[in-house]
């Protein structure tokens, strides 16, 4: 149950505005759009990968965890542990937005440049997340989901990831 009494979204619905959201983030002085199953040229334009790097886009957020809305305050705290965890592995880092593109519903996170998979995993579930972006440069965008995958759902650009036991 989220801090304002609301249930939990359910993960079919989820996983549709998870896909039909308005990423953009915050690279070199330019808005960059970001879409799942889009590729994002101008982002790997802006920045492109340093020598021996990994070549890895994430978009993660400490906001509003499991997609339960919390009040600004815990979402503050959250957002500054996050960047806090990012400066202290000297990550790139960028600011990014997610939301529905009526603007109903947003979400300050971080764009990061060079993260392993298994690392992006580990963040979003340190942060409670259902859900993050995470790519190669030059490829489509990916969403990756931390619930059970819908029955019937074959979103080819959505990673089901699922927790350890």
Do not use: K
């Not at 990994?54 to 979402?75: F, H, I």
């Not at 592995?89 to 109903?104: F, I, K, T, Y």
């Not at 074959?154 to 036991?165: A, I, L, Q, S, Y």
Request: charged letters at 20%.
């Amino acid at each position: 149950m989220a801090q304002d009494g609301t249930p939990p979204v359910d993960t079919t619905t989820l996983l549709e505005a998870y896909l039909a959201a308005v990423y953009r983030a915050q690279v070199e002085g330019a808005s960059l759009p970001l879409r799942v199953g889009e590729p994002a040229p101008a982002l790997d334009a802006a920045r492109p990968a340093a020598p021996g790097a990994v070549a890895t886009w994430t978009l993660v957020t400490a906001w509003n965890p499991q997609s339960c809305a919390q009040d600004a305050g815990v979402n503050a705290t959250a957002d500054a542990a996050l960047q806090a965890w990012l400066r202290a592995r000297g990550l790139q880092a960028w600011p990014a937005v997610g939301g529905s593109a009526d603007g109903q519903w947003e979400e300050h996170g971080w764009l990061v440049a060079g993260l392993e998979a298994a690392t992006a995993d580990a963040l979003a579930r340190r942060h409670d997340q259902a859900g993050i972006l995470h790519w190669p440069r030059g490829a489509p965008v990916r969403l990756r989901m931390y619930r059970e995958r819908p029955p019937g759902n074959r979103t080819g650009w959505v990673d089901w990831v699922h927790r350890p036991r």
